[in-house]
């Protein structure tokens, strides 16, 4: 190794252990990034303790790899839904190829996490992700609200819409799917449907105008 190489790879070790020492502090900060394909949908939280490091270009680098690297996650729930949640245990030791001039080359996501956090002297956290499947016959529409860059924002609404017949054009469902999301995002429905209204909020009394 040259002496150069020598430093960074002192630096990174120093690094690591500060950013291990900022773990238990309070990261509620952060990013959700959306990847999507033909038949998925990813999206993900990357946590952080400042909103100053949730607008930095490494970290919201790191959070579209992720969001990209979730949609090779498999689904081992076979949920009806469609939608496949996942936390750190399922996802932090797949591998990413990262390409950025501060954080490069193949790695596990928790170590790509660990070297950001060094880098932004943060504690910088993965909390959770969801994987939505497409429908046979159907689309995926996805939006982001207070978005920076694509890909990129702090309320995400992911919206599946099935269709019947061949004709359909479905670049238009996917149009109305995403203004759907949009409403979604702006009504912060609680629930899906009636029948999955919990009895507790369905005995709240509801305050009326005489």
Known sequence: NTPLEAAQKDLRKRGKVLASKKSSRTAAEGTLAVAQDEGKVAVIELNCETDFVARNDIFQYLALAMAK???????????????????????EDLKLNLDH???????????????????????????????????????????????????????????????????????????????????VVAAKPLFLSKDLVSSEASDEPVAQSA
């Open 101 to 183: 001039p501060k954080v490069n080359g193949e790695t596990t996501v928790s170590n790509a996490v660990t070297e950001v956090a060094a880098i932004m002297g943060e504690n910088v956290k993965f909390r959770r992700g969801f994987l939505m499947s497409k429908p046979s016959a159907g689309v995926l529409s996805a939006y982001l609200h207070t978005s920076p860059q694509p890909g990129l924002g702090r309320i995400a609404g992911i919206v599946s819409l099935e269709v019947e017949g061949g004709n359909t054009q479905l670049e238009a469902v996917q149009r109305v799917g995403s203004e759907i999301a949009m409403h």
């Open 69 to 91: 690297r979730a949609l090779l996650v498999e689904d081992s729930s076979q949920q009806v839904s469609g939608v496949f949640p996942f936390g750190p245990e399922l996802f």
